[in-house]
């Protein structure tokens, strides 16, 4: 799984987050490597359509596709993504970008949100989607960055391959 901002740099996908009660459990993990000025709501909703973060996706009325990630699948991820498809939403979930502290819950969590209509795929196959043509000049920017993350990729694809 591949850090969200390098390839939303490259491709112009805007990033938008979220945490939960942030003053209890802590801020987003610095792993993320989000840009300093990524949008970030604090929460108590185990979904994250609350309504500041709702306010900003107003402005994205021309995207109406979602990539979400996050951690645990079967509560916040799982909230949320019903939520957006309500909302009209295409939502794409990513299989190697959702955990949780619970590893079972994840490929149950995967397989209701397929069934509800979300698109559930990894990191390297919604890039390569999004891009559509090796023609375009962001193509040498994210094949990097596939070739980069791929190791980590694989661990992570198979040990939910295991679960």
Same mark, same amino acid.
């Given at each position: ?32 490597e ?7 709501? $604090? ?12 306010r ?26 019903? $939520? ?11 299989? $190697? ?22 698109v ?12 559509? $043509? ?24 198979r ?5």
């Amino acid at each position: 799984m591949f850090s969200p901002s390098s390839p939303g740099k490259i491709l112009s996908i805007p990033i938008l987050a979220t945490t939960q009660k942030a003053s209890s459990l802590g801020p987003l993990v610095s792993e993320l490597e989000l840009p300093p000025n990524t949008p970030t709501f $604090d929460k108590t909703a185990f979904s994250m359509c609350v309504p500041e973060l709702l306010r900003e996706l107003t402005s994205t009325r021309d995207k109406p596709s979602l990539i979400i990630m996050g951690i645990e699948s079967h509560i916040c991820v799982t909230q949320s993504t019903l $939520d957006f498809l309500a909302r009209g939403r295409k939502v794409y979930v990513l299989a $190697d970008g959702v955990s949780s502290c619970n590893k079972e819950e994840v490929p149950i969590a995967l397989e209701r949100l397929g069934r509800e209509g979300a698109v559930v795929t990894t990191s390297e196959s919604i890039l390569f989607e999004i891009m559509g $043509d090796a023609g375009i000049g962001e193509f040498k920017g994210v094949s990097g960055l596939v070739k980069e993350w791929g190791e980590r990729t694989r661990e992570g694809l198979r040990a939910l391959c295991k679960i």
